[in-house]
Every structure is written in structure tokens, then in C-alpha cells.
């Protein structure tokens, strides 16, 4: 069974930082899609960053050059580094990962709230 937990969410002023965790288990880190996105109030959920089943690392042009996603195999987590953060980057964070089909998984989410 796979399950997302994230951890790490709360307030902060503009300019600040913080590290969201993701704790994933039921699913092998090495062959897996996975990211994180987030949805704030009012509006759709949106990409914010990808670490491809090759290995591969993108991001979001809003977020590119803030924020660094990573994964520890041995750990099975996967984290996302914000920093600079801006009022605009206040949402729920979500993080996700593909199971061996392909399919979507998703954690409850984690409030980031960024304050001007």
C-alpha cells in the first residue's frame, strides 16, 4: 500500500525558509516519478517541482532558483528547501509519487502560509 506524509508546513515571514518533508512508503524511489505541487485558496493545483524516473530535476519557472527538491533513497523521503519565500507562495503544499503502473498517489498536505 503507498502512503505520503508530509511534514514541515507553517508561518513565516516573506523572505524566509522552509523544508517540507514527504515520508513515502510502498514505493521504489529508483524507478518512481515523484514531486510536489501545491494549490492555493481559490485557485487550481498547480506543478511545483518533478524528480523524473530518470533522475532528472525540474521545476516550476515561479519557483526556479528558490526551491530544491530532493530525495533520500535510504531514508525513503523526499524533501522540498523553499527559500525566498514570497506571500505568493502561500498554499497547501502537496507531495506525490507514481506507483509501478503509473498510477497517482497523494499526501494529505502540509499549510505554508508566507506573511508580507
Known amino acids: 500500500q503507498v502512503q505520503l506524509v508530509e511534514s514541515g508546513g507553517g508561518l513565516v515571514q516573506a523572505g524566509g525558509s522552509l523544508t517540507l518533508s514527504c515520508a513515502i512508503s510502498?514505493?521504489?524511489?529508483?524507478?518512481?516519478?515523484m514531486g510536489w505541487y501545491r494549490q492555493a485558496p481559490g485557485r487550481q493545483r498547480e506543478w511545483v517541482a518533478t524528480i523524473t524516473t530518470g533522475g532528472s530535476i525540474v521545476y516550476a519557472d515561479s519557483v526556479k532558483g528558490r526551491f530544491t527538491i530532493s530525495n533520500d533513497n535510504l531514508k525513503n523521503t523526499m524533501s522540498l528547501q523553499m527559500n525566498s519565500l514570497k506571500p505568493e507562495d502561500t498554499a497547501v503544499y502537496y507531495c506525490?509519487?507514481?506507483?509501478?503502473?503509473?498510477?497517482?498517489?497523494w499526501g494529505q498536505g502540509t499549510q505554508v502560509t508566507v506573511s508580507s
Open positions: 510502498g514505493i521504489m524511489f529508483s524507478r518512481n516519478a
Open positions: 506525490e509519487a507514481d506507483d509501478n503502473l503509473g498510477n497517482d498517489h
